[in-house]
């Protein structure tokens, strides 16, 4: 069973950074994607980033390309979503992700793949 335990939240001001991390456990060969989801106050989860985890292909929302990075530490088993020039419209319940069935599509865009394993959330404040 799959386990995703996020941390590194907290509040920051516009145009600062952060950088979020889940410690995963119980992946297994299966598990081809992993990424970050976010959900603000009355709105929908939004999928932010997927990555692929055996090639390492990368996917990213329009409204973070260029400002999120995500990346994996295969050796501790913990993705990574560096997050830079936060911007207000960023505030959010951020959530690891993993898909643990279903196999391989060819993506691992959250927006066209299902993830079906989710941590607790750590949540993300930007003030102006």
């Known amino acids: 069973q799959v386990q995703l335990v996020e941390s590194g939240g907290g509040s920051v001001q516009a145009g600062e950074s952060l950088r979020l991390s889940c410690a995963a456990s119980g992946i297994t060969s299966s598990t081809y994607c992993m990424g970050w989801f976010r959900q603000a106050p009355g709105k929908e989860r939004e999928g932010v980033a997927g990555l692929h985890t055996i090639g390492g292909g990368t996917w990213y929302v329009d409204s973070v390309n260029d400002r999120f990075t995500l990346s994996r530490d295969n050796a501790k088993n913990t993705l990574y979503l560096q997050m830079n020039s936060l911007k207000p419209e960023d505030t959010a319940m951020y959530y690891c992700?993993?898909?643990?069935?279903?196999?391989?599509?060819?993506?691992?865009?959250?927006?066209?793949?299902?993830?079906?394993?989710w941590g607790q959330g750590t949540q993300v404040t930007v003030s102006s």
């Open positions: 992700a993993a898909r643990t069935s279903g196999g391989w599509t060819g993506t691992c865009n959250p927006r066209f793949v299902g993830y079906n394993s």
